[in-house]
């Protein structure tokens, strides 16, 4: 009875570490405070024999007395009898009370230690961001909520820390961090300085960026190219705002302005014409009517992934490079889906600048650019809206059947093909 007893408040405890936010030091003494609960209860064991640290053993009763309702009850936390038995009522030992104090103090001055020794790899290039997120210093440091509040307060707060310039990025990170997009990418990024303000640089873009027209779509590479060191791509007015259609660009040393883009698009100047033709092959492709398995009528592509995907439909299919931005802004283009973009680029990364031909070549022998990538192995848009069709049914079907399915995760990249292809170059 006594051990299906401890079962079951363990079985409420892991349903709250799942999503709690507590020092792994608390953790442990609640879990050895649940294994004693039977002794507790009946006072044949003391909360001090099981949790020795007082500083902890607050955190612990704190913690039960909150969040785990079962065994608050079934000890008979906050009764009379308990606190009889646990001489909770007891005079507070002077010496005791200053060994609170003490450790207290000792583990504020252990995180303010963590936050500036943090700070200072983060402005070297060599620290991450992540690690100034409240849930990372507790996994990195064992210490609680309350000790880092704290701690922060003494140092001035955030910006005081930081530094407002250093701030404002952090801030960005902290919002990125609630999104689908940083769990995605969480445990193969380092967010480093560089990465967040190319993190923070491509949100702007993002949000000012959508285009509707194939000279928008080539104005937008090309500014999204000068934003990379290794590009040849400048742009030549800089105050311009945000406004593609404004901006103006060198680039092999041949100045680019909106209208040279659209009068070229017109004259099939060769310099435009892929991102063009991958632009009008992406639209046909959304314009196609599929069925659609949210209202089982006949319905255009666009309509059923918002249908299906909610929010993430505007991400079924990307405008990918094939290699990289920076590098080949106009070139090297495709059409394929958004999780097999975002895969791609994560696996080309780390490739060397020197075996990017190699790859390319090879890519375009064994047509394996990307799954299903249509402007590669030359599928009609519509062939390619009837395939991307059949995913999303299948999609809708099993998240029908349980909410937790990713759309990342149906569409992950396969051994073979691609990844291998990327793995023989590097």
Do not use: C
């Amino acid at each position: 009875m006594t051990a299906r007893i401890v079962s079951s408040l363990l079985k409420e405890f892991a349903a709250l570490q799942k999503e709690s936010r507590l020092a792994a030091e608390t953790q442990k003494g609640i879990t050895s405070l649940i294994k004693a609960a039977p002794e507790l209860k009946t006072g044949e064991k003391r909360v001090a024999e099981v949790v020795e640290d007082l500083a902890q053993r607050a955190n612990v009763i704190r913690a039960v007395r909150i969040n785990l309702p079962k065994t608050k009850e079934f000890i008979g936390i906050d009764t009379p009898e308990f606190r009889s038995k646990q001489l909770i009522t007891a005079p507070f030992n002077v010496n005791r009370k200053q060994e609170f104090l003490d450790i207290k103090k000792e583990k504020v001055n252990e995180i303010k230690s963590y936050l500036k020794n943090t700070t200072a790899n983060i402005k070297k290039g060599v620290g991450s961001f992540e690690d100034l997120l409240l849930p990372k210093i507790i996994e990195n440091t064992g210490v609680g909520a309350s000790y880092i509040k704290k701690a922060k307060r003494d140092l001035g707060g955030t910006e005081k820390i930081l530094g407002p310039n250093l701030k404002e990025i952090y801030d960005y990170f902290k919002h990125f961090a609630a999104s689908e997009k940083f769990k995605r990418m969480r445990g193969g990024v380092d967010f480093n300085l560089d990465e967040v303000i190319k993190l923070k640089e491509q949100n702007r873009i993002q949000k000012i960026g959508r285009v509707t027209s194939p000279e928008g779509a080539v104005a937008r590479f090309l500014y999204r190219s000068s934003l990379s060191p290794v590009s040849d791509v400048k742009l030549l007015n800089q105050d311009v705002g945000s406004k593609f259609s404004q901006m103006k660009f060198l680039y092999g040393g041949r100045k680019i302005d909106y209208k040279d883009i659209k009068d070229g698009i017109k004259q099939n100047d060769p310099l435009f014409s892929e991102v063009a033709d991958a632009f009008n092959y992406k639209r046909e492709a959304l314009k196609t009517k599929v069925m659609n398995p949210k209202t089982g009528m006949l319905e255009p592509l666009n309509k059923v992934s918002f249908d299906v995907l909610g929010t993430r439909g505007s991400g079924l299919f990307h405008m990918s490079h094939i290699y990289d931005v920076g590098r080949t802004p106009l070139q090297h283009i495709q059409v394929t889906y958004g999780p097999y973009n975002l895969q791609l680029n994560s696996l080309l990364k780390k490739m060397k600048k020197g075996d990017v031909e190699s790859f390319l070549t090879r890519a375009k022998q064994k047509n394996v650019a990307n799954p299903l990538a249509p402007d590669y192995i030359k599928v009609p848009p519509q062939q390619f809206a009837n395939e991307a069709s059949l995913k999303l049914n299948e999609f809708y079907k099993l998240k029908k059947n349980n909410k937790n399915v990713n759309w990342d995760a149906f569409l992950k990249l396969k051994k073979g093909g691609i990844v291998d292809l990327i793995r023989k170059v590097n």
